[in-house]
């Protein structure tokens, strides 16, 4: 089934009007699939949209729990955050040679492809998610800098002098650690070289940075 035939069922079956259906493909993005379209347009919600997969798809609905992801840093570094983003696609498991996926269009051939081609791994399953559970699964996977202060002690104060160094974004960023005051570290100094800054202090808040 490609994309047209899935909009035309979800249509039949009085998932989405027929109006509707049309507006989103008028509105649709250059690199948006149909059913992003018709999410970001709330012509369908994620209750409606896995009402319909768990009708007519449910062997691949995802049934797992976000606690239960854990993928390896070297799969996960094949993976590009913004690519998975923009197809709003999360990656749950890599085994047997083979990447299992979460996403919200099991018929986004491009989508898949591109994941493919980007990540050299040749086979990847996609299972069903909603657009919540996928973006959960990413805020996990790729943590934000906001979510690494969080993990910081309140008052806890980080202070690098960035005279004496002679060092590039490229190696900071190869040498980054998995402890979240690396991380946040790595960070500020990647964006303190490109801003030509000679140092950085930070002190976490309660509620913020200062």
Do not use: C
Not at 10 to 28: N, S, T, W
Not at 73 to 98: G, Q, T, V
Not at 125 to 146: F, G, Q, W
């Amino acid at each position: 089934m490609d994309e047209t035939k899935l909009l035309e069922l979800l249509v039949r079956l009085g998932y989405v009007k027929r109006e509707e259906a049309l507006q989103a493909q008028r509105e649709r993005g250059k690199e948006e699939d149909i059913i992003s379209t018709l999410l970001r347009l709330g012509f369908i919600n994620d209750t409606k949209l896995m009402d319909f997969y768990q009708k007519y798809m449910p062997n691949k609905l995802w049934r797992g729990k976000i606690e239960e992801v854990n993928l390896p840093e070297n799969i996960r570094e094949k993976l590009p955050e913004e690519l998975l983003k923009k197809h709003i696609i999360a990656p749950i498991k890599y085994e047997d040679d083979k990447l299992y996926v979460l996403t919200i269009n099991p018929f986004n051939q491009s989508a898949i492809n591109e994941l493919r081609f980007r990540s050299k791994i040749n086979t990847i399953v996609p299972y069903l998610a909603t657009k919540k559970s996928i973006e959960d699964v990413l805020a996990k996977l790729y943590p934000a800098v906001e979510r690494i202060v969080e993990s910081m002690e309140i008052g806890e104060e980080v202070e690098i002098e960035m005279e004496e160094l002679d060092i590039s974004p490229q190696v900071i960023e190869a040498e980054a650690g998995e402890a979240p005051i690396v991380k946040l570290a790595n960070f500020l100094m990647a964006e303190a070289v490109n801003l030509g800054a000679s140092d950085i202090h930070v002190e976490p808040q309660e509620k913020k940075l200062s």
